[in-house]
């Protein structure tokens, strides 16, 4: 009897320590996802996403628009190309051809 109330001592005594331990781990890992997330926030990548969400939800939002119309007047119809020039564009000065950029610096403001 006193063997097993000895073995039972032990078993609580190593439970105790394996639940601090890994309160720890806990502690810890909270800590370097917090650290993680920060450091990602202030990346470049991170920085230029969201630039660029704001393009692609310019051009879905075109898209919709499109379809919404479409829905909305299915007899008219609609220009397909939004690169086309109009006469009132031809007044304006702009180059003939422009070099791709595909740099990941974020614009100044």
Known sequence: MLALSLK???ARAETRAASEALADEIHQRL?????????YKKS???E????????VTYEYGYQIALARFR???PDLEVAED???SYPEDLGVDMPEEVPFDDNTDVPEK
């Open 71 to 73: 829905a909305r007047y």
């Open 44 to 46: 470049k990548g991170f």
């Open 48 to 55: 230029l996403g969201l630039t660029q969400t704001g393009q």
């Open 82 to 84: 939004p690169f086309a």
């Open 8 to 10: 039972l001592d032990e």
């Open 31 to 39: 800590e370097k996802d917090r650290k993680l997330i920060e450091a």
